[in-house]
């Protein structure tokens, strides 16, 4: 199955992603993580990419879609997938359709996550990642054994800086302007299912995995 996970930043489509590849099986394409591998990495990619995250605002489109094209080749990939992170904009929407095509498949459905403003704000603000083995924590929901510091690698924890609470504010700036849109234009295409990210996880995987299983997934 190929899905595309929609949402502002900070409600949780990597979270279950990670969860909808552990029990199906399809392998989860962010571009975040890929991004940010490419800053650690310092590459070219990278260097350019970094101006843009750390300003809040998207990468550019020639950049990301040419990541996308590549991960959704390889035989990982044949028999589905859970985009997390992309589209982020119609245009990209509409080069995704054309990669796609390209394969002879298309997109099984898009999931819109809901959640208010105010929650959004405090679950980014509140993360707290491991710049050595890139485990991710929460202050609040998931904090770490010793405050501050990993609990896998003993390193200390740093927040990013697209979580400081000034970057999200551009972040769900550029979201409103650039991504949102995307609702409609996948509503229009009759690909849209809307879900509730709001509560504990593991409520909203409830929620998803009935939305799935509708689906035919198994």
Not at 106 to 132: A, H, M, Q, T, Y
Not at 136 to 145: E, L, Q
């Amino acid at each position: 199955m190929r899905l595309v996970f929609l949402g502002a930043p900070g409600v949780g489509k990597g979270t279950q992603a990670d969860r909808v590849t552990a029990q199906f099986g399809w392998p989860k394409i962010s571009t975040g993580d890929i991004l940010r591998e490419a800053v650690r990495n310092q590459t070219a990619l990278g260097i350019e990419a970094k101006k843009s995250m750390d300003a809040g605002k998207l990468v550019p489109d020639n950049v990301v879609i040419g990541m996308v094209r590549a991960k959704v080749a390889e035989p990982l990939c044949q028999n589905g997938f859970v985009l997390d992170g992309f589209p982020r904009t119609v245009p990209q929407a509409e080069e995704l359709s054309g990669i796609l095509a390209e394969r002879g498949v298309s997109l099984d459905r898009v999931i819109n996550f809901r959640v208010s403003r105010e929650d959004v704000i405090r679950r980014l603000s509140g993360r707290r990642s491991c710049p050595k083995c890139q485990s991710v924590f929460h202050v609040d929901f998931a904090a770490p054994k010793i405050e501050g510091q990993c609990d896998r690698c003993g390193a200390l924890l740093v927040q990013r800086s697209d979580d400081k609470p000034e970057t999200i504010e551009a972040r769900l700036k550029v979201y409103d302007e650039q991504t949102a849109p995307l609702i409609a234009y996948y509503e229009k295409k009759k690909a849209l299912s809307e879900l509730d990210g709001s509560g504990d996880m593991t409520h909203v995987y409830d929620r998803l995995s009935k939305v799935l299983v509708g689906l035919g997934a198994k």
